[in-house]
T-cell receptor, first 114, second 115 residues
């Protein structure tokens, strides 16, 4: 079954530091992968998506993710964290089981300190 | 440009009461979904619909019912609320057209507390 695993329920960084949020996937077919961000008391917003066109995907707010088939990973990075990046981040994989649905990871809360 | 709108945004129920959450989307999307979000568990799919008049069960359907009488609306009902249904509920929609990548568009959530 297709699934994603997010390592670390909480990640803390200082403002200006590198952000790295980890996501590993399990899929027997080429996956479509997504990163969503959830700000406090809001819904989920798409950050970026991998659809097999290019392995390095750039998203909104300076985030990017690299698809690595050999490592079954799709880690999210940002070179320099900003206070406004504090939020919860979800990795998801598209599952084609009769209809299309997304299966989400358990989420990683990013904390940014001044 | 409203996107996906959920009502109500907050609700407190007593055990055994019933209620309905309404989701409305203005993007003419075929697919609609109801998820629940609980701490440490991510989002879990409750029910979904692939078109007007059709519904199906997701991962955690027990205690919930749904209806999709109009393409733009997807209702989630709790017939007899239980404390285990205390959660944040998210509605999402997706364009079901061929070649679409599967991106979901989410509402802002409905926070339900069952006492």
């Amino acid at each position: 079954a297709q699934s994603v695993t997010q390592l670390g329920s909480h990640v803390s960084v200082s403002e200006g530091a590198l952000v790295l949020l980890r996501c590993n996937y399990s899929s027997s077919v080429p996956p479509y992968l997504f990163w969503y961000v959830q700000y406090p008391n809001q819904g989920l917003q798409l950050l970026l998506k991998y659809t097999s066109a290019a392995t390095l995907v750039k998203g909104i707010n300076g985030f990017e993710a690299e698809f690595k088939k050999s490592e079954t990973s799709f880690h999210l990075t940002k070179p320099s964290a900003h206070m406004s990046d504090a939020a919860e981040y979800f990795c998801a994989v598209r599952v084609n089981t009769g209809f299309q649905k997304l299966v989400f990871g358990t989420g990683t809360r990013l904390l940014v300190s001044p | 440009n409203a996107g996906v709108t959920q009502t109500p945004k907050f609700r407190v129920l007593k055990t055994g009461q019933s209620m309905t959450l309404l989701c409305a989307q203005d993007m003419n999307h075929e697919y609609m979904y109801w998820y629940r979000q609980d701490p440490g568990m991510g989002l879990r799919l409750i029910h979904y619909s692939v078109g007007e008049g059709t519904t199906a069960k997701g991962e955690v359907p027990d205690g919930y019912n749904v209806s999709r009488l109009k393409k733009q609306n997807f209702l989630l009902g709790l017939e007899s609320a239980a404390p285990s249904q205390t959660s944040v509920y998210f509605c999402a929609s997706k364009d079901g057209g061929a070649g679409k990548t599967g991106e979901l568009f989410f509402g802002e959530g409905s926070r339900l507390t069952v006492l």
